[in-house]
């Protein structure tokens, strides 16, 4: 597995398009055959501040997801919502075994 956590930082005025934006690009995302796993995260006590948790098969998939039509969607709708460039950190997976990712 080749799991990414992507951290986002939005512009206030732009919390409720970002929300919208980012389950429609997860809704598709996760049909990909490359993942495992897609969520959004909202943090509780800073409501402009997003993890998206993105669990891919392959270390080649993300690639791949970048490609899709609905990731470039997100990616232009998003652009300017963003109040800083979003970070992202390469996780390895512990538990559950791979067969438990669905």
């Known amino acids: ?3 990414m956590h992507v951290f986002i930082h939005v ?3 732009y919390i409720d398009a970002f929300r919208e934006a980012c389950i429609e690009n ?3 995302s ?3 055959p490359g993942i495992a ?3 959004v995260l909202q943090e509780a006590d800073d409501p402009t501040r997003f993890v ?3 669990v891919y098969r392959t270390p080649e998939d993300p690639a791949r997801h970048k490609d899709t039509a609905h990731y470039n969607t997100w990616a232009n709708a998003v652009k300017d919502m ?3 460039p979003r970070t992202r950190i390469i996780y ?3 538990f559950p075994a791979e067969a438990g990712w669905g």
């Open 82 to 84: 963003m109040a800083e």
């Open 92 to 94: 390895q997976n512990i």
């Open 37 to 39: 796993r897609f969520d």
């Open 11 to 13: 512009k206030p005025e």
């Open 26 to 28: 997860a809704r598709h």
């Open 30 to 32: 996760v049909q990909e």
């Open 52 to 54: 998206l948790v993105e």
């Open 1 to 3: 597995m080749f799991i």
